[in-house]
């Protein structure tokens, strides 16, 4: 049983967030699941979260950790598998030293903690893509499958989708990632500097005119492949939604 983060000062971030006029949640914990040895995936009732909010693709929410100097900080999670029906869903972490890993290996069904929802959205362009090109990690796995789910959903799901997936361990592989009969994966080793994905993507650089880019990697890597889709493959600025995920080298919380 690990301890509520709804009473701890939140700083100047949180007050920054209320300031915007952010909302608040208390999320409780349902489930724990191990995926593999370096992923799990907790179960969630959201507090009124999508009774408020309407789910869209790639919907996310921050969760308020406390880190090991006992001060609390936030991390952005996509929700999986939302349901609006009864208020609940999935985050997934993938393992490492931090304080959301440390959090998310101790918690048990009954536990709470704090979330604050503020400026998520995302939307499937119109009029429809030809094609999609992504790039993704396991950090980012939830929010690639949702967008898979979205483009499956939309007015023209047979719309082919090359996958740029980065992986850290061989166990990634296993990750249940929800790629359709017309999709190509492309599985990258990352190596030491994580030029690995980088190389990969402007390698294959062709004309995609009239696609779509989707880029959630570490710093480096997503603002590197962003650029490549915007010119190599000519989908132009408006052409790529791009988020770094996560920076590599960060101190530990």
Known sequence: MVESTKTKSRGWQGAVLKLLGADDYELTVTSNEKVTDEYIRLGFTGGGLLTDRPVHPTMWVRIWFENKHGKLHQRAYTLVDPDPSDDSFYLEFAIHDGAATRWALSAEPGDTISSTFMGSKFAIPEPAPKGWLIAGDAAALPALNSLLDAISASTD?????????????????????????????????????????????????????????????????????????????????????????????????
């Open 157 to 253: 799901p047979s719309v082919p989708a090359t996958v740029w997936f980065e992986y850290a361990h061989e166990s990634d592989k296993a990750l249940p990632l929800r790629l359709r009969d017309q999709d190509t994966i492309n599985w990258v080793k990352r190596d030491r500097d994580g030029d690995a994905l980088i190389e990969a993507v402007q390698g294959a650089a062709f004309d995609a005119t009239g696609h779509f880019g989707w880029v959630a990697l570490d710093m480096k890597a997503t603002r590197a492949v962003s650029g490549s889709f915007k010119n190599d493959y000519k989908l132009g600025k408006t052409g790529v939604k791009a988020q770094a995920y996560w920076r590599a080298n960060a101190p530990e919380s």
